[in-house]
């Protein structure tokens, strides 16, 4: 069965900076792009940064590019996004997620999302 399991989340102060990983299992990691989507209280998920299945290629919403950075360590099956200059705004459920279609050769992506792992809560307050 494929998981997909987030943490590093927790309350942190405007300005501040987290980790989130996520570990995976249950499918060929390193051929499938994956994905960070958010949910804020009350409003629907956001894609908010997507890689390839090489990790050569990132892409970013624009709101977060700049403070947001994507990685991926496919030898550990582990995704991880670093937050930088935190905002009230980026408090979130944070969901990583897997693309529908195998891309051994990382030219495919943002095909959709299969599945989603358990989120892991980023609270921005003062």
Same mark, same amino acid.
């Given at each position: 069965?494929?998981?997909?399991? %987030?943490? $590093?989340?927790?309350?942190?102060?405007?300005?501040?900076?987290?980790? =989130?990983? &996520? %570990?995976?299992?249950?499918?060929?990691?390193?051929?499938?792009?994956?994905?960070?989507? +958010?949910?804020?209280?009350?409003?629907? /998920?956001? &894609?908010?940064?997507?890689?390839? @299945?090489?990790?050569? @290629?990132? @892409?970013? =919403?624009? @709101?977060?590019? $700049?403070?947001?950075?994507?990685? +991926?360590? !496919? %030898?550990? !099956?582990t995704?991880?996004?670093?937050?930088?200059?935190?905002? /009230?705004?980026?408090?979130?459920?944070?969901? &990583? %997620?897997?693309?529908? !279609?195998?891309? /051994?050769?990382?030219t495919?992506?943002? !095909?959709?999302?299969?599945?989603?792992?358990? $989120?892991? =809560?980023?609270?921005?307050?003062?």
């Open positions: 069965d494929v998981q997909l399991q %987030a943490s $590093g989340g927790g309350l942190v102060q405007p300005g501040g900076y987290l980790s =989130l990983s &996520c %570990a995976a299992s249950g499918f060929t990691f390193s051929t499938y792009a994956m994905y960070w989507v +958010r949910q804020a209280p009350g409003k629907g /998920p956001e &894609c908010v940064s997507g890689i390839n @299945s090489g990790g050569d @290629s990132v @892409s970013y =919403l624009p @709101s977060v590019k $700049g403070r947001f950075t994507i990685s +991926r360590d !496919n %030898a550990q !099956n995704l991880y996004l670093h937050i930088d200059s935190l905002k /009230p705004e980026d408090t979130a459920v944070y969901y &990583c %997620a897997k693309d529908t !279609n195998y891309a /051994p050769s990382g495919s992506w943002y !095909n959709g999302m299969d599945y989603w792992g358990e $989120g892991t =809560l980023v609270t921005v307050s003062s």
